[in-house]
């Protein structure tokens, strides 16, 4: 199973190599689009390794989108346990299809997650991938499939948490 999620990885890492090729073909095309956009969404969270156990989000993402290529994005998410365990991402998109009602998307950036337990409270630095899709249902809203790996900071190459998300989205 491990290998599985190397293999997501690594093809996640060649996508990102390839972003600055795909975001000027996709730049050259028609004029920009811009403006916000808003999502509620569900996630299955998966940790990878030895001991890794699965659990449930739910969250919200807003966005804004400066050109047809580029967009800037922050989530927020709270797993659904006894315990308070937040995440927030702040991530860069690279879209690379763009057509009507179909868009292909990579993102990247840097995050936290903040674990409360009682009167305990753990904040930790991450770093995280995703690809994912916008599929319009109409002019401004959408349905929007991802998949996130996310790592901490002080342990990347080790465990990781694998995100499989499903959001309903609107653009302004």
């Not at 790592?151 to 995100?163: F, L, M, P, Y």
Request: aromatic residues 10%.
């Amino acid at each position: 199973m491990n290998r599985r999620f190397d293999v997501m990885l690594r093809g996640l890492l060649l996508a990102t190599l390839a972003l600055p090729v795909l975001a000027a073909s996709a730049a050259a095309q028609e004029g920009p689009e811009r403006g916000f956009s808003l999502d509620l969404f569900g996630a299955h969270l998966r940790a990878s390794g030895e001991d890794g156990g699965s659990t449930r989000s739910l969250g919200l993402r807003g966005g804004y989108r400066f050109s047809r290529t580029w967009a800037l994005e922050g989530s927020l998410s709270r797993l659904d346990e006894d315990a308070q365990v937040w995440f927030g991402d702040l991530s860069a998109k690279a879209y690379l299809v763009d057509t009507s009602h179909f868009e292909l998307y990579a993102l990247g950036g840097p995050g936290e997650f903040r674990v409360r337990v009682g009167g305990d409270e753990v904040d930790r630095s991450t770093i995280h991938l995703g690809i994912g899709a916008e599929i319009g249902l109409g002019r401004q809203a959408y349905l929007r499939p991802e998949v996130r790996r996310r790592w901490e900071i002080n342990s990347i190459g080790s465990d990781a948490i694998n995100e499989y998300s499903l959001g309903f989205g609107w653009k302004f």
